[in-house]
Every structure is written in C-alpha cells, then in structure tokens.
C-alpha cells in the first residue's frame, strides 16, 4: 500500500470515527542481571538492546539511550519526509538526517543544580534529493517540522508520570 | 569499572575541568531505498534499523520512530536507576521499567490543528527489586526522576535547529 493510500485510508477511519485515531505503544525495558547498564527492551515482537559506553560503566554493546533519543528523532523526520512528501505531491528519492545533541554531564551525575540533565542543544541537518525546484523541499521542511511527532516531542513539554509498581 | 568508581572518577575529572563534563552525540538516518519507511540508523560503531507497521505503510521489520522514543526513555530511566542506587547506597536486584505513550494521530497527518502530533500521555511505570526499606526506593526514585536525560527531554522543551543541507 503506497503513503498516499495510507493517509486516505486513515483519512476515512478518522472521519468516521475520530476515536480511531487514538493510538497507544509500549515497552518493556529490564536491566540484564549481572551487568551495570544493558539493558533488553521489547516492544511488540522486537527486542532491542541498550548499553553505555566504558567512561559512563558499561560495555558498549549498543548505543546509549540519549543516542537512541537522537535515533529516534532522526527516523521520525525521515518517515514524516516521506508521509510528507506524498501528500504535498513533492518527488522525493533519498532522505538523509543527521542528528547532532550536546548534553552537560554536571546535571545527570547530579554535580550542578544549575545544569539540566538532558540535551542542552540539538540539531537536525537534512538532505533531500529530487527533481522538485528548491522552494518546494523549503515548503516541505516547514510541512514536516510542524507534523513530526519526535520533534515535537523534543521542542514541547509532554506529560509523563512515573511510579512504583 | 565499577558505577561508584565512575561517578568518583566523572567528579574528579569534571573538577579539574568543567568542561570534560561537555559530550556530545551524532546519529546518521538513512531511508534505505526502494521501501517507503525503512530507516538505517549509524551510532558510532553500532547499526539500528527503523519501520512502521503496515497500518502506518511500513514492512514492520523493527521498531517505530516513537516506539524508539518510548525505549529511549525507558532504558535512560533504568541506566539512571542503576547510577542513582550506586550513589546513593541503595542495593538493587533487579529493574524493570514498562513505558506506556498514548498518540493522536490527527496531529502528524495534519486532520487537526488542535492536535499536537506528539505523545499527548506518557506513563512509566517502575519495578525495583532489593533488600531495602521501601522508603529509601521511593527516596531513589525522587533522585531518578531529577536526574534522567532522557525524562528531562521528555518533560521539559529543549532547542532544536532544523536546517536543508
């Protein structure tokens, strides 16, 4: 099923029942027994693995989970250029994001109440390769900035609570 | 390299030089060519992929972008757990952490502008295991909860720059 199908499909589900377009996700994250820092993830069928490097304890059997944060913003602005492209009828035929994030250690060691424990910084450099004039991949930055739901999640305060089970 | 050496071992170095508290991280994302949401992501060493379920147009050969969001946090909730108990002497058996995020997608197909497409709800939900009084775990969790990168990027607003290369 092409994007364009897709968005349609959704489009119909949505205008007949809005509800349909409420959607959840979930994962379980557990810290591997006998290590300091790996951790197994499993979100639906996948499993993934996360891991520090030696200088923050750990092994370096995958990426950090502030690396996997930047992962994730980076694929969510691939997928949004894509879903983006179809329906701004923008020819698209390669999408490239890198993702550069700056973080402070004071704050997560706890060192300096002044410092936030997250990333201080971070950009999103994007290259676009297609027949289209450049206006409009200017047009479609603008469509997928406003519609990216990790960056908004980055740029914006989500809710979250935590508790103990 | 024990946690308690390498907190030891950060606040000497970061004492001597505030800046060696200073790191930065950098993601590649690819869009492998000829599928509509296939993302190739490099991490240093380390290779991640990325997909959408066939609902949203993907071939669901691994995690979403937000499902990766979702790890991100909940791995940095268990990583920091693991610090934050070396730290403050609390002993700790085991750590599970389930992340659970609720999504409209009016907002990252544009049906709505009320909408935001983000997470609209994030819970965490936190399962310690250890010798200690239960107070000293909800004491851990207060120190987790101030110090986590990633739940700080989740909670708060944090600068991106968005540029076409």
Known sequence: MSLTDVIEGTRQAVKSDPHNAAVSFSVANALVPGTATVVDVRVRNHSLTVDEPPALGGTDTAANPVEYALAALGSCQVVTYQFWAARLGIPLTA????????????????????????????????????????DRYEELRRAVDEHCPVLDLFRNETPVSTKLA
């Open 95 to 134: 999408v490239r994001v890198t993702v550069d994030g700056d973080l402070d250690l004071h704050g997560f060691f706890g060192f300096s109440h002044a410092t936030r424990p997250g990333f201080g910084d971070v950009r999103v450099s994007v290259a676009l390769e297609g027949p289209a004039a450049a």
